[in-house]
């Protein structure tokens, strides 16, 4: 009973987190593995993004009220996220992501630098495509961030914020819309492939998602209050705890 409060408020609070700008795995995942060691990691992975996924797609719901998107972008680029998103996960099971993994803590590193040197970054809403010249690189990033989520896969939301941001010109309220969705499609994908191999634990999965809904609501009603500004904050504070955690994960886990 203990270990289900411990990992509903896990799930809270890593829904309130990822609402914002995404990184909610950097509690979740932890808090599974470390409270259900003798558990097989894939039923962990699996109902991780269970929870997750409900979480992520109710604080796109509660954006969408607010701040409007082009589902004639957005579509395209959701199927391409899931349809890459499942190419990584089965990729991952035949190539381990070793390079990659020493690789991330710096490509962080360099998107927090970026964002924290340009003051203005993300702060405005001012889209530099649109048609089908938009449409086709929304296609192309997605398809990249999701086959990296599939593949390996801390800070995906992050990526999908940043890109959207320096790329198509959105500020990181829109950009955090649009990374939602997209999470949604990635984190459907490798449900997908974890269910159908019998990796998830549907009634913790559940529970937790419940509680991930409760923190996806607070955090993106905090976002929408707050604006672009208290989403950047967040967002460079979530990238230094990826680089943080990526670091760890590459170069001193044993």
């Keep these: ?13 890593a829904g309130f987190v990822d609402a914002i700008v995404g990184g909610g795995g ?3 995942v932890p808090a599974l593995f470390s409270i259900m060691p003798g558990t097989v990691p894939a039923t962990l992975l699996g109902t991780n993004k269970l929870a997750s996924i409900w979480g992520t797609a109710v604080a796109a719901r509660n954006y969408m009220q607010k701040v409007s998107v082009r589902w004639s972008m957005l579509l395209p680029a959701a199927t ?6 499942f190419l990584g ?13 020493k690789a991330l803590p710096f490509i962080l590193a360099a998107v927090a630098i970026y964002t924290f040197m ?25 398809a990249a961030i999701g086959f990296y989520d599939g593949f390996f896969g801390p800070g995906t939301g992050s990526f999908f914020m940043f890109l959207f941001v320096r790329i198509f010109g959105y500020d990181f309220l829109r950009a955090s819309v649009v ?17 159908f191999s019998g990796h998830v634990l549907w009634v913790l999965g559940g529970i937790m998602a ?11 009603h905090l976002a929408i209050r707050h604006g672009t500004g208290f989403v950047r904050k967040m967002f460079l504070l979530v990238v230094v705890a990826l680089i943080c955690k990526t670091t760890y994960d590459g170069f001193f886990r044993v």
């Design 26 to 28: 950097l509690v979740q």
């Design 1 to 13: 009973m203990m270990d289900m409060l411990l990992l509903g408020v896990a799930a809270f609070f």
């Design 179 to 195: 990374a939602k969705v997209l999470n949604v499609a990635c984190n459907a994908a490798a449900l997908s492939w974890f269910g």
């Design 80 to 85: 391409m996220s899931f349809a890459f998103a």
């Design 210 to 220: 419940a509680c991930q809904i409760g923190g996806s609501l607070l955090g993106s």
């Design 118 to 142: 340009k003051k203005d970054f993300g702060t405005h809403d001012r889209p530099l495509f649109s048609g089908n010249k938009e449409v086709m690189l929304a296609m192309l990033v997605a």
């Design 89 to 101: 996960a089965y990729l991952v099971t035949h190539i381990p992501p070793t390079q990659l993994r």
